[in-house]
C-alpha cells in the first residue's frame, strides 16, 4: 500500500511570475525545471482523485483530501506511479466518471521542505502554489516555513483561492444558476 503523506499547501493568483521567481531565487530556491503536466479528474467520493500525465510517458494517480479554504491547509494525499495511464483513465472513467481536466505548465522551485510552483493553467491564467512537506518537522513547523515564504513571495490574502483548478475551470465553463 503507497504511504499517505501529507503537506501544508496555498494557491494564489498572480499577475507576475517572473517577480515571484526572482523573490524565490533571492530567497534561495533552486528551479527543478519545467513540468508539462495532465490531470484527469475522476469522480470520486471520499477524496479528490487525479490521474497525472507528463506527456513524456510517465504518469502518476494521486489521491488527496484537504478543506477548501483561502488560507495555509493540510493535505493528506497518496501517490502511485501509473505504467499505462490511457488504459487506467479509461477504467476509471468507465467506474466512476470524470469531473474535469486540468492542463498546465508548472515551473517548479525548491526551498528547503517547500516546492514552489509557477503555474500557468490553461482557461485560468498564472498561479503560485505551495506546498511544504511536513515530514521530520511538524505541521505548526511546516505552517511556518509556508508563511515565511509566502511572505516572501508577496503573496496577497486576497489573491488566495480555496479550490483546485479543477473547480475553478468547472466554474467558469458552468453558467451561474
Known sequence: MTPTRRNIELKA????????????????ARDAGVLHQR??????????????????????LISYIRPDTAQARGSDYAIGPV???????AVLTHAL???????????LLL????????DEVAGLGRFVELE???????DAEARAELDAVATALAIAPEDIEAVPYV????RRITPAG
Open 132 to 138: 511544504t512537506v511536513v515530514d521530520e518537522q511538524s
Open 83 to 89: 505504467a499505462h495511464a490511457e488504459q487506467l483513465a
Open 39 to 60: 490531470d484527469t479528474f475522476f469522480a470520486a467520493h471520499r477524496a479528490r482523485l487525479k490521474l497525472r500525465e507528463f506527456g513524456d510517458g510517465r504518469a502518476e
Open 13 to 28: 493568483r498572480c499577475s507576475d511570475l517572473d517577480a515571484v521567481r526572482r523573490s524565490a531565487e533571492a530567497l534561495g
Open 167 to 170: 473547480e475553478l475551470l468547472a
Open 97 to 107: 466518471g470524470t469531473s474535469g481536466i486540468v492542463v498546465k505548465t508548472r515551473h
Open 111 to 118: 526551498y528547503r521542505h517547500t516546492r514552489i510552483h509557477l
